[in-house]
């Protein structure tokens, strides 16, 4: 007899109350100190949480950053019942919103895309979305958020976006004066995609990105070059762009190639090798070099390279 929860367990339909998912949180090492005005990041990743326990959740108060990423229940119920909250006033509460890896689906990531692109109130800076089979059809609905919204850091990895929204999104930050990371990562982004963020680093109107995660795309030589080119022209401002995991980076020149580029400038440059058999990333920032697992990304003295946000 099966132990797991269903949704006619009239627990689950119920929901644990909110103090019990404020327990939860302070399992994890977090506080709820508001001491310092600015509220607290709520901690309720991977707790099993259902649509029907959101409701508890927009009840507590101080709330600055709501950590919702690793439950796949919440699907596509649950997008919409936080863009409802987006849209009755959370929007101007919250600094970050990170629902990564909760099954929200192309729908429900177009609800939550809408409800900020709605306000006029929003205060949101930080948005992780990632893992959540969100498409080019919702994901495109990203790019007026962008032109609108003061945002510093969008997560969009692993979600089956491909050029037209990659291009709407590039197209998009040619007016944005705020954001500083965006990550694609693990899309299937293509040379049109790669060509479009290739114009706007040539551009010089993305001042204020700092980091680019392009990786594990479907990026091919001429998207490569382009985006080498355009990583250059922007290498005071860039800091990081994240390449590895392409099919232009598969021949030894090419490693060649991109690690004289970011050994010759500021910009750290990641790139695919071997290293006596064990497939790592190698990253080449002209005065050390760092190594992460390319399949777990286990660290290894340098935080964060593919950074997704939430």
């Known amino acids: 007899m099966s132990l797991e929860p269903t949704d006619d367990d009239p627990l689950v339909r119920q929901g644990r109350p909110a103090a019990e998912l404020l327990r939860i949180h302070r399992a994890t090492g977090a506080g709820t100190d508001c001491s310092h005005g600015s509220g607290f990041y709520l901690n309720l ?31 596509m119920s649950g997008a919409i019942k936080i863009a409802e909250a987006l849209s009755n006033g959370w929007d101007a509460r ?13 729908d429900g990531g177009l609800a939550i895309a809408r409800a900020l692109s709605n306000s006029s109130t929003s205060k949101v800076a930080r948005v992780g979305l990632n893992t959540n089979g969100l498409e080019d059809s919702a994901a495109i609905h990203f790019a007026p958020l962008l ?17 037209q929204a990659a291009s709407a999104i590039a197209e998009a930050l040619y007016a944005n004066e705020t954001l500083q990371r965006l990550f694609l990562n693990y899309n299937t982004i293509t040379c049109i995609g790669a060509l479009a963020f290739a114009r706007l680093l040539l551009s010089g109107k993305a001042k204020m990105l700092r980091r680019l995660g392009l990786a594990h795309n479907m990026i091919d030589e001429a ?42 400038h500021r910009l750290s440059q990641l790139l695919n090798v071997n290293l006596n058999g064990l497939s790592v990333v190698r990253i080449a920032d002209g005065t050390d070099h760092y190594f992460y697992h390319s399949d777990t990304l286990e660290k290894d003295r340098f935080r964060d390279i593919s950074d997704s946000v939430g």
């Open 223 to 264: 998207g490569g070059s382009a985006l080498a080119a355009g990583a250059l022209a922007a290498s005071d401002t860039l800091e990081l762009i994240c390449l590895f995991g392409n099919p232009f980076l598969s021949a030894a020149d090419d490693f060649a190639q991109y690690g004289a580029l970011a050994a010759r």
């Open 45 to 75: 990743k991977a707790c099993a949480l259902q649509p029907c326990e959101l409701d508890a959740v927009f009840s507590l108060e101080g709330v600055s950053e709501l950590g919702l990423s690793g439950n796949p229940s919440l699907g």
């Open 147 to 163: 032109r609108q919204r003061s945002l510093l850091a969008l997560g969009l990895s692993d979600n089956a976006i491909g050029d």
């Open 94 to 106: 919250l600094y970050g919103v990170y629902v990564s890896r909760c099954n929200l689906s192309s």
